[in-house]
């Protein structure tokens, strides 16, 4: 049998799904939270992004973007082990350490539309669940677009 | 967004710095500025510096061909590796399972200039393997590819490493940092394109082609200037109603409008024509064509492009209205023969087309694999269609299968032979029409689609283009995936799918020297030398459509290295630290 979409959250904590060592040894991908990024007047993207304490999930594991651009992002680990994040970004993926009870600040660049898997990827942190996605939202620039009349879409 | 606040009872610590991922490798960040020099009139002669291979197929003429002959027919017994380079990606990324090392590496000056899949270019020290820089573009993880996760190669010049990206962007890089300097959005990735083709620099200018004809978008050719990124101009493979060619269209409806005929194979240039010679890609729904009567130009076409205004000066459509999926993407090697201005053209529906490279006038057809099953092209031209997919949910089984005779994967030809050495891939499929209502972005075929995974067969063939006679063979069990080189020392090298790599005497065919990579071959080798020493290098990394090409080896190891050969005296493999 299958759920629907909305009784799909509830599905999920009953399995024991959403969460660590229940049904399964780490967390289902994609089960966390959705957060939206805050654009700024200069236009840059700004969001903060957590890791859960024993719950090696990001929060939000996924963000959203408006449109493709520049994105802060503030990681802070409230977990008692060491993690780091690795994103993806226009000219080099970016790369941190996150130890214990810490925070910091990195800038990517991404384009849109499209989405983008980060994580933390060190021991099998991301098989365990800290794997999350930035997702991009928008159309590239009337510029690239086909010459045709508009098209049925899914 | 809503946000979970600090925990009061924390007192967290400064995480250190982010950096680039490229920084924790042993890369050194620059390059030295050999590449601040090659310029058109460079490229044009890039025959005369055989140390360097310049451009995608070693020179314009797409003839895969170098005169560096210290690895002869004598010696090649002796080459073994001298340097690799191996590189395998973290996290995520959009095809992992399809992702293949497509590439062919340019070298100029002792730096050879690599693209890898899913957005990464590397700048090697040629002599030593060592890493000199890195860029890596984010490439969305759900971007539209119907045949894996691949890009083909970079174009060089004037300071700069031009490469496609797999969401449609084309990017200038500094060939000293790998900074990027420009960056244009050249397809739409909603309606399905992507790029995968190596760019070409034409004079002041980078041409490439789109990818996407699965996704039934409309193909076209781009020309952005060298130095800013603006593009001068666009050339698309499928004319609007009015324009020349929209008569083999349906005069209604909007079959035009997802056409395909997609360039995401680079062409070759001939600068006394000022013509660029491009192969398109077949029309969309790939296999239902009751939708899209007509001859549905300019599909499946050798097209000559103005390099100046791209316009489309003559055509020759190898496969009129196919139903086959017989792409005719794949090269137009220039050569002269008899005093005329020619080119030959290996198609994926088994027959070689050499052309009169100033007006496209026919000048000789010919079959270059065994089985041919599709149909028939008579000498003169004239295209009889046997086996097709026709009445819907009903299965036909052809050859060649819908890879083709030979895929993208390119020959190659000696002028001191006069051969051309075509990877062949003998291998049948079973397709059944399955129509299918267009939506933008996916995968619009029309059909259900099987490839053999039994009955196969394949070789390096060599031909007399003057006669279209076989003049040797060289059998492999498994069709040819890989593109071949050919030297002055009268070599030939090609990749099998199992993974050798394999070098072959370019008068008779004989194997003279071989060596197991550990992963099969889907790129085009090169050769260069650098301080007088001459080193073959080959990418190494199978994938790609392989459930397109040989299903029978989908199992096999993706791998992802660049071997680089050579004879022994001499070798400094001491890049990494």
């Known amino acids: 049998m299958t759920s629907t979409a909305s009784e799909r959250s509830a599905a999920l904590s009953e399995i024991g799904l959403d969460g660590q060592n229940q049904a399964t040894i780490g967390r289902l991908l994609a089960t966390g939270n959705i957060g939206h990024a805050e654009e700024g007047d200069d236009g840059r993207m700004r969001a903060r992004i957590r890791i859960v304490p024993d719950q090696l999930i990001w929060d939000p594991s996924v963000l959203v973007l408006p449109h493709g651009g520049h994105l802060d992002i503030e990681f802070v680990n409230d977990d008692q082990n060491t993690h780091c994040a690795l994103v993806p970004s226009n000219g080099d993926s970016k790369w941190m350490w996150l130890p214990n009870y810490s925070r910091g600040t990195m800038s990517v660049t991404l384009d849109g539309p499209g989405y983008y898997w980060f994580s933390s990827n060190i021991g099998n942190d991301e098989g365990r669940g800290l794997i999350g996605a930035i997702v991009v939202r928008g159309d590239v620039p009337e510029s690239a677009r086909l010459d045709r009349p508009q098209q049925p879409r899914p | 967004m809503t946000d979970i606040q600090d925990r009061p009872d924390i007192e967290y610590g400064q995480a250190p710095p982010a950096v680039d991922f490229g920084s924790l490798t042993t890369a050194g960040g620059t390059a030295p500025p050999v590449a601040q020099d090659v310029t058109y009139e460079r490229i044009l002669d890039a025959r005369s510096e055989p140390q360097n291979w310049l451009t995608y197929y070693g020179a314009y003429d797409g003839q895969r061909y170098s005169p560096l002959d210290e690895i002869n027919t004598e010696n090649v017994v002796r080459i073994t590796p001298a340097w690799v380079f191996s590189f395998s990606p973290h996290g995520l990324h959009a095809g992992q399972s399809t992702y293949a090392f497509e590439n062919c590496p340019i070298v100029v000056d002792g730096v050879m200039y690599v693209s890898g899949w899913d957005g990464w270019v590397w700048a090697l020290d040629a002599k030593t393997g060592q890493l000199l820089w890195q860029y890596k573009h984010a490439i969305p993880f759900d971007v539209s590819l119907c045949c894996g996760n691949v890009n083909r190669g970079v174009a060089v010049a004037h300071g700069k490493v031009f490469v496609c990206t797999l969401n449609a962007h084309v990017l200038a890089l500094d060939a000293t ?99 660029l010679y491009w192969g398109t890609g077949n029309p969309a729904p790939d296999f239902d064509g009751e939708v899209r009567p007509g001859d549905n130009l300019y599909t499946d076409s050798v097209i000559a492009v103005d390099a100046d205004t791209g316009e489309i000066r003559w055509h020759y459509q190898c496969t009129p209205h196919d139903l086959w999926d017989y792409d005719s993407n794949m090269e137009c090697i220039l050569f002269e023969q008899g005093g005329r201005k020619l080119l030959a053209h290996f198609d994926k529906n088994g027959y070689c087309f050499v052309l009169d490279r100033t007006n496209g006038e026919r000048v000789r057809i010919f079959p270059f694999v065994d ?37 993208w994967t390119h020959a190659s030809y000696s002028p001191r032979t006069g051969l051309f050495y075509v990877p062949v891939q003998d291998t049948g499929a079973t397709v059944a029409r399955r129509r299918r209502e267009f939506k933008e972005s996916i995968p619009y075929w029309g059909a259900a689609v099987t490839v053999d995974i039994e009955e196969m067969a394949g070789s390096v063939s060599a031909f007399d283009p003057s006669t279209g006679e076989e003049v040797w063979r060289w059998r492999n069990d498994l069709p040819m995936c890989a593109s071949v080189l050919t030297t002055a020392g009268d070599l030939v090298f090609a990749g099998t799918p199992s993974g050798r790599f394999v070098a072959l005497d370019a008068r008779s065919g004989e194997l003279l020297w071989q060596f197991n990579c550990g992963s099969g071959h889907h790129s085009s080798p090169i050769t260069y030398s650098v301080d007088g020493k001459q080193y073959i290098a080959v990418p190494v990394g199978w994938g790609a459509w392989v459930e397109g090409f040989l299903p029978g080896m989908m199992g096999g190891p993706h791998g992802q290295a660049m071997f680089v050969f050579s004879l022994p005296e001499g070798q400094d493999s001491s890049g990494g630290r």
């Open chain 2, 371 to 407: 089985r041919i099953t599709w149909g028939e092209i008579s000498p003169e031209g004239q295209v009889t269609p046997r086996i097709y997919p026709d009445k819907e949910g009903e299965d036909v089984h052809f050859y060649p299968g819908p890879a083709g005779a030979k895929e």
């Open chain 2, 177 to 275: 940092t790998g900074e990027c300097l420009w960056d244009v959005t050249s397809g739409d990735v909603r309606a399905g394109e992507s790029l995968t083709v190596a760019p070409l620099v034409v004079k002041d200018r980078v041409v490439v082609g789109s990818s996407g004809g699965e996704f039934g978008v409309r193909g076209h050719l781009d020309a952005y200037d060298m130095e800013t990124g603006e593009r001068v101009w666009r050339c698309y493979t499928i004319p609007k109603p009015g324009e020349p060619g929209s008569e083999t269209w349906p005069s209604d409806g909007e079959a035009w409008t997802r056409g395909g005929g997609n360039g995401w194979i680079t062409g070759t240039f001939d600068p006394e024509t000022n013509l």
